[in-house]
């Protein structure tokens, strides 16, 4: 059937109406993602979670910063990175999935805490321009941390506690990893005045008690308790310090001594030399030891069967392709 050329220009302009909407359609579900949906731009995805590139980005830098890397030592050593981040990763999901979170109370005391490790507001502005972070992403940050902090530690509390069999038996395996460095039991009294401390040294020779005077004069923290510093390893000691005590008899009274932190007169109380530790001084040790062995092994097995119950997958294409500049 022949169609007269009226009908032939209908018919063509119904074909161009039809292709317009379809050309519009497709722009509008492109414009809403239907056909470029967030799953084929994921780099990494576990379980529900998906991690486009700018999260995966923001997340290795926080990783990373700190450790003086450049961005071609970071490429070298991406394989590490993207397993210790899905580990991360796994542990979120297994938190959210538990309903396992961190209030908003929780979060502003650990944002004071943090930023009272600063002397002053700029100093804190810096750490941010270092990592590339502005304020907000670096308060996200901290929550993130938190929160895996948090579920690590609610899987942590299943593990039984140390026992003193084993730390009996810890103790005798490993006896002579635990040595005592030359340690020195020693009482003070701090001034900022060279002729303060010359008075004092001059009562304490005469017969007062150097506790007595430490609480009414000296301005070292341990004053309150009469300025008994206790035991305490000489290795640790400021080297003016470590000097005037090394020698000094147990017992006697010590000249007056200028350190960066005043003038002091010091007694030592008792020392001990480099040794084996007991049992006893080497229990608080083992039990660090001991836990910490038995949560390393709890972790490892834990990840293990959240990589079973959250299936993990990478897109390496799109990781190859990744820039973090």
Known sequence: MCLCLTERFGVIYMLKQSFCLIVAICLILSGCDIFDRSEKKAIITVGERIVNEAELKRDIIDLTSGMGLTDQSIKETMDSLISRLVDEYLVL???RQNGITISEQELESEVEDAKEGYPEEKFFQEMLLRRYLNYDEWKEGLRR????KKIIEKIYEGIPAITAEEINAYYIS?????TQPPMVKFSQIVTHSEDEAKGLRER?????????????YSTAPEAEDGGEVGWISQDALDESIDEALSSLPVGEISPVVKTPYGYHIF???AKRPEG???LEEARDEIETILILQKQEVLYSKWI????ELFPVRINHEL???LELG
Do not use: C, W
């Open 93 to 95: 999901e297994y938190g």
């Open 204 to 216: 304490l020779l005469k017969g007062e008690h150097l506790d007595n005077l430490a609480r009414q």
């Open 276 to 278: 084996p530790k007991s």
């Open 267 to 269: 007694q030592v109380d």
């Open 174 to 178: 490993h006896e002579t990893e635990f």
């Open 145 to 148: 941390h938190l929160l895996i």
């Open 319 to 321: 990781l190859r392709t």
């Open 304 to 307: 293990i069967k959240l990589r």
